[in-house]
C-alpha cells in the first residue's frame, strides 16, 4: 500500500511558480512510477507529467512542456512537480498518483492516489 500527500499548492500570478510535494509512506515508493494530474472545474482530470521509478525518464502533456518539471526524490519517499510561467489556465486541482511497473498517461491505469492540492492562478 502506498498513501500520498501532495501539499505546496495556493494563488499566484500569471508568470510565477509554485513547487508541488507529494509525499509518499510506505517502503516500494522507489519501485513505482509516478504522475502528476490535475483536474479543472467541469472537466475530466487530465494527465500532467510522469516520471519513471529511477526518475531517469520523464513525459510531459504539450500543454506544459518547457514550463512544469517532475521530479522524485527516492530517499525522501518525494515527488515534486516544478511550476514556472504559470497561466490562468492551469487552475485546477493537482494530484499525484503511484503505479507499478512503467508510467503512462491513463488516469485508470494508477493504483494510488492523493487527495489533490488547488492550485490557482490570477490575471
Known amino acids: 500500500q502506498v498513501q500520498l500527500v501532495e501539499s505546496g499548492g495556493g494563488l499566484v500570478q500569471a508568470g510565477g511558480s509554485l513547487r508541488l510535494s507529494c509525499a509518499a509512506s510506505?517502503?516500494?515508493?522507489?519501485?513505482?512510477?509516478m504522475g502528476w494530474f490535475r483536474q479543472a472545474p467541469g472537466k475530466e482530470r487530465e494527465f500532467v507529467a510522469a516520471?519513471?521509478?529511477?526518475?531517469?525518464?520523464?513525459y510531459y502533456a504539450d500543454s506544459v512542456k518547457g514550463r512544469l518539471t517532475i521530479l522524485r526524490d527516492n530517499a525522501k519517499n518525494t515527488v515534486y512537480l516544478q511550476m514556472n510561467s504559470l497561466k490562468p489556465e492551469d487552475t485546477a486541482v493537482y494530484y499525484c498518483?503511484?503505479?507499478?511497473?512503467?508510467?503512462?498517461?491513463?488516469?485508470?491505469?494508477?493504483?494510488?492516489w492523493g487527495q489533490g492540492t488547488q492550485v490557482t492562478v490570477s490575471s
Open positions: 498518483a503511484a503505479r507499478n511497473g512503467v508510467f503512462t498517461t491513463a488516469v485508470y491505469e494508477y493504483d494510488y
Open positions: 516520471i519513471s521509478w529511477s526518475g531517469l525518464s520523464t
Open positions: 510506505g517502503r516500494t515508493f522507489s519501485s513505482k512510477a
